[in-house]
Structures are given as C-alpha cells and as structure tokens.
C-alpha cells in the first residue's frame, strides 16, 4: 500500500502540492524538560509571525505553572519586532501545559487548532467529568480550522492539514516549503507518535502520514518532539519528506499499513502515561486556561483515578 501511495504522484500532482517553494525564517526553542519543540515562524525583521506549540512550564510537585520558557519566546519576537498574528496548535498535547493565553496576552494573536478538536473535549469531558458549563464546541479557541483549509501568516501563505491517528484532532501546517507536523512522524531513528490515547488509532495514524508523505521529497518537515536514542547525543527537529520515507524506521517504503499497525500498537503496550498527562489536558482542551476558580479564587485540577 505505501508503495502505491508514492507512485501514484505524478510530477503534475506534486507541483500542485507545494506551488510556493518560499522558505519560512523560523527560531526553534527546545524544551529539555518536556523534549518540546516550539516554534516561531516569520518572513523576517518586523514581518508578522506565527508561534507553533508554545509551552509553559510546570512543576508538578508544587502545581505551579512558570513561563521561563515563554519568556524566551516573547524576548524573540520583540528582538525581532514581530508582529504575533497566530498562536497555532497541532493538537492537545498530553505532555506538557500550552502557553498560548500568556502569549497572546503578551503579544497579541489569534489561538488556533483544528476544528476536530471538539471531539477531543467531549472524550476528556467525561472522563474528568467537567462541569455542564464547559463546553464542547471548541469556543475556548479563536480559530477552528478545517482540513485544507488556507491562511496567511503576513506574506507567507500556510495550509492547515487534518492528520489524525494520536488524537482525533491532529493537525500538521504546511508554511511555504516547511511543515510542522506535531505528533505524527518523529526524526527518522526515532519513527512515530504513539496510538493509544483516547480517540486515538494506529491505522488512521498510517493513513494520515501517508497525506504528508505525499508532499515532495525536499519538502522541510519539523517535529514537535524529539527522544535521541542512544547513538544520538544532541535532540534534532528538520527532517525531510524524503528521508522520512528512506530512513523512518515505523514507516518506511515497503513497510506496509498491517506492519505498522502491529508495531504500533505493541508497542503502545509497552508505554507509560506522559508525566504530565493529568494537567496538560484539563488545560489544553480549554485553550490553555486554567479550570474556572471555585469560590476561594483558587483553580483546581482533577486526577481521575484508574483511569489511564
């Protein structure tokens, strides 16, 4: 079946896929304690910009939530007079708390994720059984978008595409010749994102990565996370569509959709829970802010027993 999927790509086709060949500017932050890649995505000096992933850091012993590391980011953007005009999410991390509502506060901005993230609220509704005031349309967001859809990040035209398969609401942007894909493919030796959160599923993972390899060879792909194995000292975050397909080692060519599915999914056996699964989602799947303070103007999280 991969094989298929390559070959099916006339030259017509895959011109038809990246019309614009321009080069983002972007600044990659690396967070070492969530192995998170944020980044910052303009066409220069004073341009607008858009921020990819953003996190705020938390200590769990404490339940204190800090923005060292988003501090870093606005320091950036003002060095640069960037003008913040998306705040993008690939999906609703379960491993570390976004930072899009400080942002925004800070810089301005417009907090997006893809429209099938209502999905996502209603499975983690019930789960942590949330109050009847939340609610499951993905109003907490300023944008929903739709797969395919197109936008503008200042000159530089972008595309927002569904890639579910590690949650329902997967989205990957495509900006210029780059595209960030979250948690779909990882670097090459370090393969793909895990199936078996809520919602999630191995076959529609194969599925979504094959849309993204579909794009041509010399296309950038930058990962939201990255495990260095043991042979590798320093994380990495570009890659390329083409190395993906030589190299990856869950999806390579001649790998195919039953293959994947079975590593997959044994695998996903082995897995812990992220550290931060408990916080990051009650706080992801409302756009980054807080649960509403109860009547000592204090926010509280719920820690569902049993239940992951």
């Not at 870093?72 to 999906?91: D, F, R, S």
């Not at 609220?121 to 109050?131: A, H, L, R, Y």
């Not at 499951?136 to 978008?145: E, I, N, P, T, V």
């Not at 056996?269 to 802010?289: D, F, H, W």
Request: overall charge negative; charged content about 25%.
């Amino acid at each position: 079946m991969i094989n298929f999927l390559y070959q099916i790509l006339t030259p017509t086709s895959k011109e038809k896929m990246n019309t614009n060949k321009v080069t983002p500017q972007l600044k990659a932050f690396f967070d070492h304690d969530t192995a998170t890649v944020s980044y910052i995505v303009h066409s220069g000096k004073g341009s607008v910009c858009a921020i990819i992933d953003s996190v705020l850091d938390y200590e769990p012993s404490a339940a204190r939530m800090t923005t060292v590391f988003a501090d870093k980011i606005i320091a950036y953007v003002k060095e640069l007079e960037l003008k913040t005009e998306w705040i993008l999410e690939t999906h609703a991390h379960a491993d570390h708390i976004s930072a899009a509502p400080y942002l925004r506060k800070q810089l301005g901005g417009k907090i997006a994720i893809g429209e099938s993230i209502t999905l996502v609220q209603d499975k983690f509704k019930k789960i942590f059984n949330i109050d009847e005031e939340f609610l499951l349309d993905g109003s907490q967001f300023d944008k929903l978008f739709a797969d395919n859809e197109t936008f503008k990040i200042g000159e530089l035209q972008a595309k927002a595409i569904h890639v579910p398969g590690h949650t329902p609401a997967d989205m990957a942007y495509v900006i210029g010749d780059s595209m960030f894909v979250g948690d779909t493919v990882f670097m090459p030796d370090v393969g793909t994102a895990r199936c078996d959160f809520p919602g999630g599923d191995a076959h529609t993972m194969f599925r979504s990565i094959q849309k993204l390899m579909a794009y041509p060879d010399d296309t950038k792909i930058y990962v939201c996370h990255d495990y260095p194995p043991a042979d590798r000292a320093e994380p990495k975050w570009m890659t390329t569509v083409g190395e993906q397909k030589e190299k990856n080692i869950h999806v390579r060519k001649g790998i195919s959709e039953d293959q994947f599915v079975e590593m997959r999914e044994k695998r996903d056996k082995t897995l812990g829970m992220p550290r931060l699964i408990i916080p990051s989602i009650q706080v992801n799947i409302r756009a980054g802010e807080k649960p509403k303070p109860e009547n000592n103007g204090v926010s509280y999280l719920k820690v569902p027993l049993d239940q992951f």
